[in-house]
T-cell receptor
Framework: SQQGEEDPQALSIQEGENATMNCSYK?????LQWYRQNSGRGLVHLIL?????REKHSGRLRVTLDTSKKSSSLLITASRAADTASYFC????????????FGGGTRVLVKP | DGGITQSPKYLFRKEGQNVTLSCEQNLNHDAMYWYRQDPGQGLRLIYYSQIVNDFQKGDIAEGYSVSREKKESFPLTVTSAQKNPTAFYLCASSSNPFGGEGSEQYFGPGTRLTVT
């Protein structure tokens, strides 16, 4: 099974609401990254959080990392219709260089 | 205009034929990666290369081959030995092949391969 597993698998919200998705992983990591994928397109890097960091912000994005629970969360505040996409967490396990292991993703639908 | 290009966007092949997918980057990145994505799934690593003339197998390398003769190019060949080749293939690159600063990956637009 994949190192990272996202929860929920799908999320439907109204524009202006916040969206929260979670990622769990199994082994020690160097860092954890979040990516966005619009339908049928390549992935876009959103944010990277290192194993010694607990929280990171980028615009309307807030990522937390709890290495004791091997979990991370991505919060998108004040969502917009343009945030409709699939969101993936990817972990960089220790001693694996920059080999990323991706979860199955959370599909987010933001309704106008 | 820097980035990663993949061509073609759509590719159709008959079963039993080898097919090569192109990936080019002008970001001067050392590391390049090939992933496979099946419908509704995450990405799985096929092959990766940390430096020119070197590459390693990822999690699902069987039935695929790669070369890295130039820093900017990392073509992927899907051979007839790949049992289920129909998928969306994504190429990526990063400046740091070892994790840490610069390890975020930049993705191309993908090639959708259909084998019938």
């Amino acid at each position: 099974s994949q190192q990272g597993e996202e929860d929920p698998q799908a999320l439907s919200i109204q524009e202006g609401e916040n969206a929260t998705m979670n990622c769990s992983y199994k082994t020690s990591i160097n860092n954890l990254q979040w990516y966005r994928q619009n339908s049928g397109r390549g992935l876009v890097h959103l944010i990277l959080i290192r194993s010694n960091e607990r929280e990171k912000h980028s615009g309307r994005l807030r990522v937390t990392l709890d290495t004791s629970k091997k979990s991370s969360s991505l919060l998108i505040t004040a969502s917009r219709a343009a945030d409709t996409a699939s969101y993936f967490c990817a972990t960089s396990p220790r001693a694996a260089g920059n080999k990323l292991t991706f979860g199955g993703g959370t599909r987010v639908l933001v309704k106008p | 205009d820097g980035g990663i290009t993949q061509s073609p966007k759509y590719l159709f092949r008959k079963e039993g034929q080898n097919v090569t997918l192109s990936c080019e980057q002008n970001l001067n990145h050392d590391a390049m990666y090939w992933y496979r994505q099946d419908p509704g799934q995450g990405l799985r690593l096929i092959y990766y290369s940390q430096i020119v003339n070197d590459f390693q197998k990822g999690d699902i390398a069987e039935g695929y081959s790669v070369s890295r003769e130039k820093k900017e190019s990392f073509p992927l060949t899907v051979t007839s030995a790949q049992k289920n080749p129909t998928a969306f293939y994504l190429c990526a690159s990063s400046s740091n092949p070892f994790g840490g600063e610069g390890s975020e990956q930049y993705f191309g637009p993908g090639t959708r391969l259909t084998v019938t």
